[in-house]
Antibody, heavy 120, light 108 residues
Framework: QLQLQESGPGLVLPSETLSLTCTVS??????????WAWIRQPPGKGLEWIGS???????YYNPSLNSRVIMSLDASKNQFSLRLTSMTAADTAVHYC????????????WGRGTMVTVSS | EIVLTQSPGTLSLSPGERATLSCRAS???????LAWYQQKAGQAPRLLIY???SRATGVPDRFSGSGSGTDFTLTITRLEPEDFAVYYC?????????FGPGTKVDIK
């Protein structure tokens, strides 16, 4: 079955930029049937969608984070990435990458998540 | 932006009992775009229900979803020990995805 794996730093300094990568285990990243997403979860709290993109270049971001988020996709590496600027302690969270399947209209596959802590 | 509200915040039940979880939207949601997820401690969420009422692959039939418009329900007919977890509803509309705050189902 398809697997997603997040990678990136576990610790980010305040005001710096977070960069995370999600590796997709097959080449379905090029399929028109899927969007690829980042979702985060602060400790002890609920889920927050950060943004989504597809192979065709369409990107959608959470309006509350829009000015700080850039997502990109590298099909040659079966990866997609997240950059989140101006990090603060409020951005401390487990960050998940996930696949959104248009046929089901839901996030059907999730990575295990990676904890990102913002602290000096 | 559509806001989802879930109730109750916590549901304390015994194994074998029926669980009824509510998800209410601040404006009408297309049933096609309403999903439910289960999250256990330390794990990623798992898709349970999509399209308001369709079970995802491998999900037991004791889980069912219903509803339309602004009111949706997740029902677990007979709670198994592995069902004690947090449940989130999620909707998509106007290129924005939002999640509800979650309902925790814990052991009474």
């Amino acid at each position: 079955q398809l697997q997603l794996q997040e990678s990136g730093p576990g610790l980010v300094l305040p005001s710096e930029t977070l960069s995370l990568t999600c590796t997709v285990s097959d080449d379905s990243i090029t399929s028109d049937n899927y969007y690829w997403a980042w979702i985060r979860q602060p400790p002890g709290k609920g889920l927050e969608w950060i943004g989504s993109l597809n192979y065709g270049g369409a990107t959608y971001y959470n309006p509350s984070l829009n000015s700080r988020v850039i997502m990109s996709l590298d099909a040659s590496k079966n990866q997609f990435s997240l950059r989140l600027t101006s990090m603060t302690a409020a951005d401390t969270a487990v960050h998940y990458c996930a696949r959104y399947r248009w046929n089901d209209d839901a996030f059907d596959i999730w990575g295990r998540g990676t904890m990102v802590t913002v602290s000096s | 932006e559509i806001v989802l509200t879930q109730s109750p915040g916590t549901l304390s039940l015994s194994p074998g009992e029926r669980a009824t979880l509510s998800c209410r939207a601040s404006q009408s949601v297309s049933s096609s775009y309403l999903a439910w997820y289960q999250q256990k401690a330390g794990q990623a969420p798992r898709l349970l229900i999509y399209g308001a009422s369709s079970r995802a692959t491998g999900v037991p039939d004791r889980f069912s979803g219903s509803g339309s418009g602004t009111d949706f329900t997740l029902t677990i007919t007979r709670l198994e020990p592995e069902d004690f977890a947090v449940y989130y509803c999620q909707q998509y509309g106007n290129f924005i995805f939002t999640f509800g705050p979650g309902t925790k189902v814990d052991i009474k």
